[in-house]
């Protein structure tokens, strides 16, 4: 990752404005994706209204499903955002997307993950790597983190990390638990009681 953003963050640049914002674009996009774990179409369609920066938080309204939620940022994800709306500000006063090309409208689908994958070449030999794998890194991460917390709790960590995401269930979010190694089995030692109560037939199912 370290690799990665370096790559993002020494992207050629010339005097053409679709140059300059790609400069500027990549490093924060990219980035934001990394910190809060929301979709790459969520951050595509976000609007600048979407963003507030006084409290550091986003209005995802364009979801999967059109299912609205809120993402409460690390402070400094919010003021790497406020200091890129200030800058494109300059190149793109009319934008209406926080992430807007340079001949106006949102990013494509295709953008990014052309953009990711070439950036990504760059820093690594490892194939195969998506976009949306910056997403499942936030999920990972986040339960990785549970597994020495002696207050873990199904009712708490796991619900707050599915809103976050925007899931519409918890069994979306309960997917994770199949891909991180040991987790299923912390899951079961700390909460079994509760969580065979509440979760009683867990469909696991990609997004």
């Known amino acids: ?20 914002v790609r400069h500027l674009t990549c490093p924060v996009f990219f980035r934001l994706l990394y910190s809060s774990g929301i979709r790459t179409t969520e951050a595509r369609l976000l609007r600048k209204v ?48 926080f992430f807007e090309k340079h001949n106006g409208g949102h990013f494509s689908r295709q953008w990014v993950t052309q953009t990711f994958y070439t950036l990504w070449q760059k820093a690594n030999s490892a194939t195969g790597v998506v976009p949306y794998a910056l997403r499942h890194n936030y999920a990972i991460e986040n339960i990785n983190s549970w597994a020495g917390n002696d207050s873990f709790g199904l009712s708490e960590h796991l619900l707050y ?47």
Do not use: W
Not at 2 to 20: A, P
Not at 65 to 71: N, R, T
């Open 161 to 207: 990390l599915s809103k976050s995401m925007g899931h519409r269930n918890l069994s979306s979010t309960l997917y994770y638990y199949s891909i991180v190694p040991r987790l299923a089995d912390i899951l079961l030692e700390k909460t079994e009681v509760g969580f065979n109560e509440i979760v009683r037939e867990v469909t696991y199912e990609k997004e």
């Open 50 to 97: 979407d963003f507030d920066p006084i409290e550091g938080v986003l209005n995802i309204q364009k979801s999967k499903g059109y299912d609205q939620h809120y993402v409460a940022l690390h402070e400094s994800m919010t003021a790497l955002l406020v200091r890129y709306d200030q800058i494109i500000s300059k190149l793109l006063p009319d934008r209406t997307f």
């Open 1 to 20: 990752m370290q690799r990665f953003f370096y790559e993002c963050d020494n992207i050629t640049v010339n005097r053409s404005l679709l140059s300059k």
